[in-house]
């Protein structure tokens, strides 16, 4: 596209592009806004260097004209977007990218490929987080998923409230607590069940996490009571009936004396199964393969769509809407607005997207979209414990429908003004 628009001359009419879903994964009332971070870190970074360059033109993708215009590339537009954490609806334009044609066009791989995994991810983990009622999820995927990918799933994770990572690569990267536990493998390795737990309290302390299900349950549980007293700190359930385990586990906790010892469920846990367990006397959720795979739907589904587009190449020339008429897969043309509105309860009712004139906007209304990059350089980066709090105030001020895990439409509508 960039080459034929060089040769066409159209590519240095500045245009704008909008990335949203058509719609939410079946089931979902709400999707959330995840990897905005990592997103400015590889924008920065994008560039065509000369290895790169050799590729193009020795396997006669592009032409000299083209290769010389790469060779120079870095995006010089602007970028706004729904800050990362909040949530977003059918139709929501929660990234909008300003720039000429060739310039912006190049970035719809990239931007779509981290915003539809983040997201995806981020949405499992805020409806598990919703399930868990307060009692902390532990991201545990990294095992599940591309080794780049478990790193980037912590981080979304952590935006929508899980409290810690077993990735130490994330928490090197994004200041994630780190936690974890040991593998049956460990205990295997060892010639009985108490060397073992003896070897990781030696190792690690009285408030380590042991793992009781390698052999039988009850035995275990008195071992480690035995070993470290009532100052153990957990222990771990991965198979079975976790319902009825964490009961009898809780029940013998208590009776030998160690009241304050934790009980981590983990074993191909989703939001229906911590749901399930909220009656449970379980304190902590340990979560892996749904996460990291969106919980049944691994991608967010987002599309990047040319919204806007000046009538010529020339500085001060018009901006014209455009949109596709495609059937089944319509948009809506011009650059728009977004904006949420609230009921006089504080509670939010609909996702409001303006096109044309800006308007005033009252108390009733939030202005949604938020400047990233300007004039191509970044500024809209944050604390990652920023999106966090955003995403628990955001999730907060929805219906309470929102947080209802069956099947249902998108909690708010979407209004085209």
Same mark, same amino acid.
């Given at each position: ?47 065509? %260097?000369? !290895?790169?360059? +050799? &590729?193009? /033109?020795?396997?006669?993708?592009? $032409?000299?004209? *083209? ?123 060892? %010639?009985? !069940?108490?060397? +073992? &737990?003896? /070897?990781?309290?030696?190792?690690? $302390?009285?408030? *380590? ?128 607005? +977004?904006?949420? /509105? ?76």
């Amino acid at each position: 596209m960039v080459e034929a628009a060089l040769r066409s001359g159209a590519a240095h009419r500045r245009s704008v592009f909008e990335v949203f879903a058509r719609r939410l994964p079946d089931g979902r009332r709400y999707g959330v806004m995840a990897g905005t971070g990592r997103l400015l870190d590889a924008i920065e970074a994008f560039r065509f %260097d000369d !290895e790169t360059l +050799a &590729f193009l /033109a020795e396997n006669h993708v592009v $032409g000299r004209a *083209t290769l010389d215009w790469l060779a120079d590339y870095r995006f010089r537009g602007n970028l706004y977007g729904y800050p990362e954490g909040e949530c977003w609806f059918p139709g929501s334009p929660i990234m909008v990218v300003e720039g000429t044609f060739a310039e912006a066009v190049l970035l719809e791989t990239l931007i779509l490929s981290v915003l539809n995994h983040d997201c995806a991810v981020a949405a499992a983990a805020s409806r598990m987080t919703s399930a868990s009622a307060g009692r902390p999820c532990i991201e545990m995927g990294s095992r599940r998923t591309h080794e780049q990918a478990a790193v980037a799933a912590a981080r979304a994770a952590y935006v929508a409230g899980f409290a810690s990572t077993s990735n130490l690569r994330a928490g090197q990267a994004y200041g994630i607590p780190t936690v974890g536990t040991s593998a049956h493998s460990f205990t295997l390795l060892h %010639d009985g !069940e108490r060397d +073992a &737990f003896a /070897a990781q309290i030696a190792a690690l $302390g009285k408030d *380590t996490t042991l793992l009781v299900d390698t052999y039988d349950v009850a035995e275990a549980v008195r071992t480690a009571v035995e070993l470290a007293g009532s100052e153990l700190g957990a222990v771990r359930l991965d198979s079975g009936d976790l319902l009825l385990l964490a009961h009898r586990v809780r029940r013998q906790l208590d009776d030998l004396g160690a009241a304050k010892t934790r009980i981590v469920v983990t074993s191909d846990l989703d939001e229906y199964a911590i749901a399930a367990l909220r009656a449970a006397p379980v304190d902590a959720y340990g979560v892996g393969t749904q996460l990291v795979t969106g919980s049944g739907h691994p991608t967010a589904s987002l599309v990047y769509k040319l919204v806007a587009r000046a009538e010529s190449d020339a500085a001060d020339a018009a901006m014209v809407p455009v949109a596709k008429k495609s059937p089944g897969k319509p948009s809506h043309g011009g650059r728009k607005t +977004a904006l949420r /509105a609230y009921d006089a309860d504080g509670v939010a009712e609909a996702e409001v997207l303006r096109t044309g004139e800006a308007r005033p906007v009252g108390p009733e209304l939030r202005e949604l979209l938020v400047p990233l990059v300007l004039d191509g350089e970044t500024v809209g980066r944050e604390p990652l414990a920023k999106a966090r709090e955003r995403h628990e105030r955001a999730r907060a001020e929805l219906p309470l429908s929102a947080t209802q895990l069956s099947r249902g439409e998108p909690v708010l509508p979407t209004v085209y003004e």
